[in-house]
């Protein structure tokens, strides 16, 4: 990613129009829910978080992240702030890397939305995926990081942390493309793309027969990762609004599509030297996680990553909806609205080869 984009989505700025609320009502509530609160709060919203309106709240003594679902009309099941907390909660009892939740507040009356309030994470978020600033011998160890975060996510047992409702076991795919379809198909607003729609007709019958389930993140790439301020240690792992129960190979190969961004979309290495760079090699990246997951390979990956460009491309497509209803959370939402033709035609020729 550019350093002007990586400067657009990092950092805080004051509330923008539109997105503010009550917030001597938020502090009387915090107050009430939150142990150890206690004011004057400031409140600045980040600038990054394409979908759900997220918040820093400072105080004297500590810091705090709310997510909130955003204000307007929304498409029905979208920014499910409720299972954003659950999953968190549930991930950070078994040792996984995330912000500690205080509480989920489902009343409207407080802010105008439901929201969840976490613990603010001090460290490194790295918006452009070569890493810049950290040195070419050390590189390794942070992308093995990833890499070993990803595992660990998908080797924790559903039941056993809580999750087993989280969402349905089996015929992932099948579920997903159905999902994505419908709210590509609904969103007439947003308009149609004719790569969208014969990814519509080709994908469902070219679905692997072998499914798996875990946790899985949906949307895990390095900007969503706040790593330790000075070591290759992943402190917590951000945004899971698109976190179910689904297909890990599914997960991780939408993480390692940053081999194959460009970064003026999201935090890619499409055109990087990655040798010079000190970045392990798609393939190397893959035999990483295979090996940390008892797997010998994974076939079908070119489907895997089709699906991704597919569901990416939709995501896309939901957020040229919102930049055209004026709901858009972010101030860059328009500038990925555009690359959703891009994403649907990457999508496309990964199943079908250049055109």
Not at 96 to 116: K, N, Q, S
Request: aromatic share 10%; net charge negative; with cysteine.
């Amino acid at each position: 990613m550019s350093t002007d984009l990586a400067a657009d989505n990092s950092g805080t700025v004051p509330v923008r129009e539109g997105y503010g609320f009550d917030e001597a009502a938020l502090a009387r509530w915090m107050a009430a829910h939150v142990e150890g609160f206690a004011g004057p709060m400031r409140v600045e919203q980040f600038k990054g978080g394409q979908s759900n309106p997220t918040y820093r709240l400072s105080t004297p003594s500590a810091s705090y992240v709310l997510r909130r679902k955003p204000p307007g009309v929304l498409l029905p099941g979208a920014h499910a702030v409720d299972r954003e907390a659950r999953v968190q909660m549930a991930l950070g009892t078994a040792g996984f890397p995330v912000a500690r939740i205080h509480a989920l507040c489902m009343d409207e009356a407080v802010i105008g939305t439901w929201f969840y309030v976490m613990d603010m994470v001090e460290g490194r978020i790295f918006w452009d995926a070569t890493f810049p600033g950290v040195s070419r011998e050390e590189r390794p160890a942070y992308f093995d990081a990833m890499n070993g975060t990803m595992a660990a996510l998908h080797r924790i047992d559903p039941v056993a942390a809580g999750l087993e409702g989280f969402g349905k076991p089996g015929s992932y795919f099948a579920r997903q493309i159905g999902r994505w379809t419908k709210q590509y198909q609904s969103d007439e607003l947003a308009g149609r793309n004719p790569d969208m729609d014969a990814l519509v007709e080709a994908l469902p019958a070219l679905i692997p027969a072998e499914d798996e389930t875990a946790v899985i993140h949906g949307d895990c790439r390095c900007d969503n990762m706040i790593f330790h301020p000075a070591e290759p240690r992943v402190l917590a792992v951000l945004d899971w609004e698109l976190s179910t129960l689904g297909n890990p190979l599914a997960d991780f190969t939408y993480h390692a599509l940053m081999y194959r961004m460009d970064p003026s979309i999201v935090p890619g290495l499409q055109g990087a030297d990655l040798e010079a760079l000190g970045i392990p090699s798609e393939q190397d990246y893959v035999t990483s996680y295979c090996r940390r997951t008892g797997r010998a390979g994974i076939p079908d990956y070119e489907f895997y990553v089709a699906f991704n460009l597919f569901r990416l491309a939709a995501i896309f497509h939901g957020i040229k909806g919102r930049v055209l209803r004026g709901n858009a959370a972010n101030a860059q939402a328009a500038s990925r609205a555009q690359s959703f033709p891009l994403l649907a035609r990457m999508a496309l020729e990964s199943l079908t080869g250049p055109r």
